[in-house]
């Protein structure tokens, strides 16, 4: 069964940058069309970005303009860049398929810190 492991989290300033990888194993994905969510503390987990197998994007509009979201399906691996960071984007980011598989387990996703 695939799995996702994302990293490239950090504590940043508010406007800085970061880029999140995403690496999937056990299985290719390139047929998938894939996700990065993030989960704020006490709050639900959010879809902020999608990937489809043919390269289309779809973005939240809170993240619209600043996330791009982009995949190497030769690395099995899908990419987050996000610019213009703000201290509301603070939260744990993590990939999985979209829609998520039935009874997904989520993994231990990449926390992202924006400070003030």
């Known amino acids: 069964q695939v799995q996702f492991v994302e990293s490239g989290g950090g504590l940043v300033q508010a406007g800085g940058s970061l880029r999140l990888s995403c690496e999937a194993s056990?299985?290719?994905?390139?047929?998938?069309?894939m996700g990065w969510y993030r989960q704020a503390p006490g709050k639900q987990r959010d879809l902020v970005a999608v990937?489809?197998?043919?390269?289309?994007?779809t973005y939240a509009d809170s993240v619209n303009g600043r996330f791009t979201i982009s995949r190497d399906n030769a690395r099995n691996t899908v990419y987050l860049q996000i610019d213009s960071l703000k201290p509301e984007d603070t939260a744990v980011y993590y990939c999985?398929?979209?829609?998520?598989?039935?009874?997904?387990?989520w993994g231990q996703g990449t926390q992202v810190t924006v400070s003030s």
């Open positions: 999985e398929t979209f829609p998520p598989r039935t009874g997904v387990r």
């Open positions: 990937i489809g197998s043919d390269g289309s994007t």
């Open positions: 056990g299985s290719t994905f390139r047929d998938n069309a």
